[in-house]
């Protein structure tokens, strides 16, 4: 699935559509984001932001996945 998939969800009327691909288009950020740091010293560039902040983001990427997970259990929502 890539980001371009989830657009129509994003404007639909229904909140369960839009939260999926509110998860779809988190989850998908997150594993590019985890796969960068992942093959930190094969990277053929130099990251600007220091690798500290960029885990940061990942986990705090993480914990709202993990927060999205737990709101769509309790709502009924399929993700």
């Known amino acids: 699935m890539e980001i371009s998939d989830t657009i129509i ?3 639909s009327d229904d909140y369960k ?3 999926r691909a509110e998860y779809h288009q ?7 984001l985890k796969t960068m740091l992942d093959n930190w010293k094969a990277l053929d560039f ?3 932001c220091p ?8 986990n705090a990427m993480r ?12 709502e009924g929502i399929k993700l």
């Open 63 to 74: 914990d709202y996945l993990d927060c999205l997970k737990a709101r769509a259990e309790k």
């Open 26 to 32: 988190t989850k998908i950020r997150y594993d590019r």
């Open 51 to 58: 690798r500290e902040l960029l885990e940061r983001q990942a």
């Open 46 to 48: 130099v990251p600007v």
């Open 9 to 11: 969800d994003m404007v």
């Open 17 to 19: 559509e839009r939260f």
